[in-house]
């Protein structure tokens, strides 16, 4: 089993639907966790992080961890074609100075105009 | 403010030959790091340094090898390439303060093709 878990898709939705994306992980060690954007020919973007469980909001994008289940999302309101991209899931036990990321393998999201 | 700087941004090989990927940050980070990226494999790390004078192994780190003599820079070096090496790498920069919660800056990526 990988360390870390993540559909592929591809995932395609009208402009204005509520998008869901998730990872699934094994380590219980994992504390912080983020979630990259990467345009189609780009390098990944950090998007989103949050430290151990509890949600988070940006805007648009809310981020959840679930420890307990080993299981965190993305959500994205009002989707816009924008949005248009490859979602990555990382984590890692330490965010100071050990501790490499792990990456899931990206959800490739379409918004249709 | 440049960020993370990789060049060439694209590179055809022959089988064999050997060649430098270039990486420059200018964002005074300790931690950099080596990743390819392949479809359906995700990202997956080859070396990674937490500062100057440092490196260490990654997930794939076969036929890389690395260096870091400065902060700023962390050259990968391909010694003999492969087809398998096909792919496109990307050089990441963070900064690492105890405690603190960093995410990775990327750059835009090398695309090498190994015929």
């Known amino acids: 089993q990988k360390e870390v878990e993540q559909d592929p898709g591809p995932l395609s939705v009208p402009e204005g639907a509520i998008v869901s994306l998730n990872c699934t992980y094994s380590n219980s060690a994992f504390q912080y966790f983020m979630w990259y954007r990467q345009y189609s020919r780009k390098g990944p973007e950090l998007l989103m992080y949050?430290?151990?469980?509890g949600n988070k909001e940006d805007g648009r994008f809310t981020a959840q961890v679930d420890k307990s289940s080993k299981y965190i999302s993305l959500f994205i309101r009002d989707s816009q074609p924008s949005d248009s991209a490859t979602y990555l899931c990382?984590?890692?036990?330490?965010?100071?100075?050990?501790?490499?990321?792990?990456f899931g393998k990206g959800t490739k999201l379409s918004v249709k105009p | 403010n440049a960020g993370v700087t990789q060049t060439p941004k694209f590179q055809v090989l022959k089988t064999g030959q050997s060649m430098t990927l270039q990486c420059a940050q200018d964002m005074n980070h300790e931690y950099m790091s080596w990743y390819r990226q392949d479809p359906g494999m995700g990202l997956r790390l080859i070396h990674y340094?937490?500062?100057?004078?440092?490196?260490d192994q990654g997930e794939v780190p076969n036929g890389y090898n690395v260096s870091r003599s400065t902060t700023e820079d962390f050259p990968l070096r391909l010694l003999s390439a492969a087809p398998s090496q096909t792919s496109v790498y990307f050089c990441?920069?963070?900064?690492?303060?105890?405690?603190?919660?960093?995410?990775?800056?990327f750059g835009s990526g090398t695309r090498l093709t190994v015929v």
């Open positions: 949050t430290y151990s469980s």
């Open positions: 990382a984590m890692s036990n330490y965010g100071g100075s050990q501790g490499n990321l792990i």
């Open positions: 990441a920069s963070s900064y690492r303060g105890t405690g603190s919660v960093n995410g990775y800056t």
């Open positions: 340094s937490v500062g100057a004078g440092i490196t």
